[in-house]
């Protein structure tokens, strides 16, 4: 297959790789084949001793992705195929290879980027938002879990919010993404091209890391004030539960516009997406990167299953549209614990790392 055909582009500029999400129609949503052209370049790269970082980026000026190809899975779940399994699979390895990849990894978050794309960035050592980056873990609203490593990078957000981003998807600027060290630096579009070229030009030899910093700092600017400081302390509040009825109670006993628009947002979700996401926050909290993508492994395969919320997320969302979603089950009430359990049991084929 050619890499305009897999979508995505790979190429070498002096000690920088470089590589191009190449299917701007479909805000470079991430496809199996992207993920089976990336991961061994990634391999390949991280061994190679005269490449000294590595630079990704979206084609087209809307996104960096928008995630996985979720409509290519919701097809294969209809119809038996082996994408549900394998499709998660491959991500979730490519997640692992970025996070242990060995030089400096530049993500430039120009655009839209959600769930999967998030997966393709967060993992590396810089990511770079531009005055139109939004970010969001969305998941929630197609009967998922943040995945692609939600369970590490969530975890390790201040206070609540990663457990406010997890439940409600919101979608966060620049600013808010760097407050919340989901972003690293902020470099406005304008300068995008020209910080490109001074690390394709730059002597990557020696200490790639010291120069990759050094040439980012050069670029970047003050990231500015993000939107959710002034409602850090309601997060913190009523988010520190461990059950959903407890945080719509919170929020609802809060007041103010801020609780009642969260409150409005989470009312929309699957209810069993937000009980699943609940649990796999606070059952990770403690696990290491590994253990951590096993256990997204066996939710999404149980997410896979036939009757399950992914699939009228999917039609609701992307398929349809009409934004209109018919849960099963329609409550909170109904979703048992013994429900929720079900997600963490072992998959048929586990992922495993050695
Ligand atoms: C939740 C998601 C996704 C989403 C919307 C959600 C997601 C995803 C896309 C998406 C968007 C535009 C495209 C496309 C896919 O939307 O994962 O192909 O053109 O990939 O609410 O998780």
Redesign the pocket.
Known sequence: MSEEESGVLLDRNNGLGVVTLNRPK??N?LTLEMIETLDPQLAEWAADDSLGAVLIKGAGEKAFC??????AVWRAGKDGGDLTKLFFWEEYRLNRRIHVFPKPYVAILDGVT???GVGLSIHGSHRIATERLMFAM??T??G?FPDVGGTWFLNRCPGETGLYLALT?ARLGAADAAALGLATHVVPSERIAALEEALAAADLSGDARGAVDRIVAEHAVHAGEPTLAPHRAVIDRCFAYDSVEEILAALEAEGGAFAAETLAGLRKKSPTSMKVSLAQLRRGRGLDFDSAMTMEYRLSQACMRPGSDFYEGIRA??VDKDHAPRWTPATLEEVSDAMVDGFFQPAERELLFD
């Open positions: 479909a805000l949503a928008a995630g996985g190809d979720v409509r959600m769930g999967g969305p998941e609203a197609i998922l998807g969302v992307l």
